[in-house]
């Protein structure tokens, strides 16, 4: 069963999500960008990581693995992230 990113915000945010970190891969080339006027280095998605109101992870999701119908993992026990990361609003 393929899913989206959007679907995987809905769901998380029903589970008690209310912020996200996304992490990305490695930059790799540039992109001229329009607004900026230069040159900015481009990544992709890799994993979307799903936070409770407490800031502990309830789960993630692997974008590039959707088409094989895999990516999605909750986790039964919430993590605690003993790494610096930015939590952005889940809509």
């Keep these: 069963m393929q899913t989206t990113?959007?679907?995987?915000?809905?769901?998380?945010?029903?589970?008690?999500?209310?912020h996200y970190h996304d992490s990305h891969y490695p930059a790799q080339g540039a992109l001229w960008s329009i607004e900026r006027g230069y040159y900015v280095a481009?990544?992709?998605?890799?994993?979307?990581?799903?936070?409770?109101?407490?800031g502990t992870e309830i789960g993630l999701v692997i974008p590039d693995m959707f088409s094989v119908g895999m990516g999605v993992q909750v986790f039964d026990k919430p993590r605690v992230w003993g790494i610096e990361h930015t939590l952005h609003v889940l809509n």
């Design 5 to 18: 990113l959007e679907e995987q915000d809905k769901k998380f945010a029903e589970r008690g999500a209310t």
């Design 42 to 54: 481009h990544a992709r998605l890799f994993s979307r990581h799903y936070f409770n109101p407490e």
